[in-house]
């Protein structure tokens, strides 16, 4: 337990975890849309707000799981209520707080039936995903990483689109799929360890036979959620036929999830199975970057473009996660970040012009520029952000991967440029259609401007793509410490096991 700085006081992570709970359970006594939609508003901003102090109470200098608490839960099955932070998480349980009022906002008008039963799954969602990335225990982790499922599952059951009980089923049986495998490498570890504590999991001299079964145990259920090619089928059904606040959830922090588990638990529980199997997920990935540029090149329907290009787009964090160096891990964590940003407002962006034409197929939003300005100079910056354009957000992610891989592997850093080049063609497509389309555009003059209400959500997103583009040093400087630790412990081990450097042929 001296990897924990104890929080003495107010136990502010469990107060992140249970205050959209405790929100979610007072819309159970009161009816009504108008109330929903503002008592949902107001408890995710005070949940943002409340957020804060874990930036400006943050020590960038400690390796050690910050404002952590810590109490038994079933003492007799060794089960404990553990939580903390570190800078591989703080930056996950902080876009899960701050994106969830512009959820909100979104489904302000979109969602017209049976509005509080949205709203508090809206609620149950942050409670599942904040407590997540600050579980400590893992059969804490386990339990928030099923809670997830059934509050997204209804999302796209009952406020999805015409396919909806298709893409409702098929994310569930595939994240289930991805648990069974997740629980049974949780058991395996207890009963090594005797301990579902995870920092008391790392760094054991596991055989090599139990560190693959365990190791391809977490793969599975990871790559599942990421999703990474080829399990990423599910992915293009749920985004499309989930409503906005969905996708956006889903995009934004939801993936994160699977490389966040990849980060903080194949690595330095599994090193040895990480060392073996990394060159494969490496080529892996950029069969990823490389499918997901393509089949969104083809897309018409603007919702499958933004799905596929999370493919591509997550297909460069788990290259970055995989190359084991700091530039590397750095920018994979960046970019889990810059993803959910971007690709959170390009789903937005698409849910906005679903509104007023109530089609995603690019020619009927064709030629909007002139008639809805404010809506394409945002989706204009977006759009930039989303192929890294120099200045954005995205960029700083990927350069830094990149930079990562070509000093492991030069032909591998090589082999994953064209997905930028493919990333700038199917952007820079849907957006040339949008704002100027052709010589037949259809009549779009019927289509109003965004509403305050609609810049107000999108605003704070193109905020962070400019912030985070080019001033990027305070959230490297949140996760260095971090990274350069578990770095340092991958290379004691690799001495201690005698094991060579990562080859990549």
């Given at each position: 337990?001296?990897?924990?700085?104890?929080?003495?006081?107010?136990?502010l992570?469990?107060?992140?975890?249970?205050?959209?709970?405790?929100?979610?359970?007072?819309?159970?006594?009161?009816?009504?849309?108008?109330?929903?939609r503002?008592?949902?508003?107001?408890?995710?901003?005070?949940?943002?707000?409340?957020?804060?102090?874990?930036?400006?109470?943050?020590?960038?200098?400690?390796?050690?799981?910050?404002?952590?608490?810590?109490h038994?839960?079933?003492?007799?099955?060794?089960?404990?209520?553990?939580?903390?932070?570190?800078?591989?998480?703080?930056?996950?349980?902080?876009l899960?707080?701050?994106?969830?009022?512009?959820?909100?906002?979104?489904?302000?008008?979109?969602?017209?039936?049976?509005?509080?039963?949205?709203?508090?799954?809206?609620?149950?969602?942050?409670?599942?995903?904040?407590?997540?990335?600050?579980?400590?225990?893992?059969?804490?982790?386990?339990?928030?990483?099923?809670?997830?499922?059934?509050?997204?599952?209804?999302?796209?059951?009952?406020?999805?689109?015409?396919?909806?009980?298709?893409?409702?089923?098929?994310?569930?049986?595939?994240?289930?799929?991805?648990?069974?495998?997740?629980?049974?490498?949780?058991?395996?570890?207890?009963?090594?360890?005797?301990?579902?504590?995870?920092?008391?999991?790392?760094?054991?001299?596991?055989?090599?036979?139990?560190?693959?079964?365990?190791?391809?145990?977490?793969?599975?259920?990871?790559?599942?959620?990421?999703?990474?090619?080829?399990?990423?089928?599910?992915?293009?059904?749920?985004?499309v036929?989930?409503?906005?606040?969905?996708?956006?959830?889903?995009?934004?922090?939801?993936?994160?999830?699977?490389?966040?588990?990849?980060?903080?638990?194949?690595?330095?529980?599994?090193?040895?199975?990480?060392?073996?199997?990394?060159?494969?997920?490496?080529?892996?990935?950029?069969?990823?970057?490389?499918?997901?540029?393509?089949?969104?090149?083809?897309?018409?329907?603007?919702?499958?473009?933004?799905?596929?290009?999370?493919?591509?787009?997550?297909?460069?964090?788990?290259?970055?996660?995989?190359?084991?160096?700091?530039?590397?891990?750095?920018?994979?964590?960046?970019?889990?970040?810059?993803?959910?940003?971007?690709?959170?407002?390009?789903?937005l962006c698409?849910?906005?012009?679903?509104?007023?034409?109530?089609?995603?197929?690019?020619?009927?939003?064709?030629?909007?520029?002139?008639?809805?300005?404010?809506?394409?100079?945002?989706?204009?910056?977006?759009?930039?952000?989303?192929?890294?354009?120099?200045?954005?957000?995205?960029?700083?992610?990927?350069?830094?991967?990149?930079?990562?891989?070509?000093?492991?592997?030069?032909?591998?850093?090589?082999?994953?440029?064209?997905?930028?080049?493919?990333?700038?063609?199917?952007?820079?497509?849907?957006?040339?259609?949008?704002?100027?389309?052709g010589?037949?555009?259809?009549?779009?003059?019927?289509?109003?401007?965004?509403?305050?209400?609609?810049?107000?959500?999108?605003?704070p997103?193109?905020?962070?793509?400019?912030?985070?583009?080019?001033?990027?040093q305070?959230?490297?400087?949140?996760?260095?410490?971090?990274?350069?630790?578990?770095?340092?412990?991958?290379?004691?081990?690799?001495?201690?096991?005698?094991?060579?450097?990562?080859?990549?042929?």
């Open positions: 337990m001296d990897c924990l700085i104890i929080k003495e006081g107010f136990p992570l469990s107060f992140l975890i249970f205050f959209p709970l405790a929100g979610a359970v007072v819309m159970f006594f009161f009816s009504g849309e108008r109330f929903a503002w008592w949902t508003l107001c408890i995710t901003t005070v949940e943002a707000i409340a957020s804060l102090p874990l930036i400006t109470g943050f020590d960038t200098t400690t390796v050690k799981y910050q404002f952590a608490e810590m038994p839960w079933i003492p007799q099955w060794h089960i404990n209520y553990i939580l903390g932070v570190d800078g591989i998480s703080i930056l996950l349980v902080l899960s707080t701050l994106i969830m009022p512009f959820c909100v906002l979104a489904s302000w008008r979109y969602i017209k039936t049976r509005v509080t039963q949205f709203m508090i799954c809206l609620l149950i969602m942050q409670v599942s995903m904040v407590g997540l990335f600050v579980a400590l225990d893992f059969m804490l982790f386990w339990v928030f990483w099923e809670f997830m499922l059934i509050p997204m599952y209804l999302l796209i059951a009952v406020w999805g689109g015409p396919r909806k009980e298709y893409a409702s089923i098929k994310f569930f049986i595939y994240t289930m799929a991805g648990s069974v495998f997740l629980l049974v490498a949780i058991i395996a570890l207890y009963l090594k360890n005797g301990s579902f504590f995870i920092p008391d999991m790392m760094w054991k001299n596991y055989s090599t036979t139990f560190q693959m079964l365990v190791f391809l145990a977490f793969f599975l259920a990871f790559a599942i959620k990421v999703p990474m090619f080829p399990f990423h089928t599910w992915l293009p059904a749920a985004h036929e989930a409503p906005t606040a969905g996708s956006v959830i889903l995009a934004s922090v939801l993936l994160k999830m699977g490389t966040y588990g990849m980060l903080r638990f194949c690595i330095p529980i599994t090193p040895e199975a990480t060392f073996t199997l990394a060159p494969y997920i490496l080529w892996l990935s950029i069969a990823g970057i490389m499918y997901g540029g393509f089949t969104a090149l083809a897309q018409h329907d603007m919702k499958k473009l933004v799905a596929y290009s999370s493919v591509g787009h997550m297909g460069f964090v788990t290259l970055g996660i995989f190359i084991l160096n700091s530039r590397g891990i750095e920018g994979a964590i960046m970019q889990m970040i810059n993803h959910g940003v971007t690709t959170g407002a390009l789903f698409v849910g906005m012009i679903y509104e007023r034409t109530h089609s995603r197929e690019l020619r009927l939003a064709t030629g909007v520029g002139k008639y809805m300005p404010w809506y394409v100079t945002f989706l204009a910056f977006f759009s930039l952000s989303s192929f890294g354009f120099p200045g954005t957000n995205s960029f700083i992610g990927e350069f830094l991967v990149l930079a990562g891989t070509f000093d492991v592997n030069k032909p591998l850093a090589l082999a994953a440029i064209p997905g930028t080049v493919l990333a700038a063609a199917y952007m820079l497509r849907m957006l040339q259609k949008i704002i100027w389309g010589t037949d555009n259809p009549d779009q003059s019927y289509l109003n401007d965004l509403g305050f209400r609609e810049i107000i959500t999108l605003a997103f193109l905020f962070f793509v400019f912030w985070i583009g080019l001033g990027p305070p959230f490297i400087d949140m996760m260095h410490t971090s990274v350069v630790n578990l770095l340092q412990q991958l290379g004691e081990w690799q001495q201690q096991a005698n094991v060579a450097a990562l080859f990549l042929p």
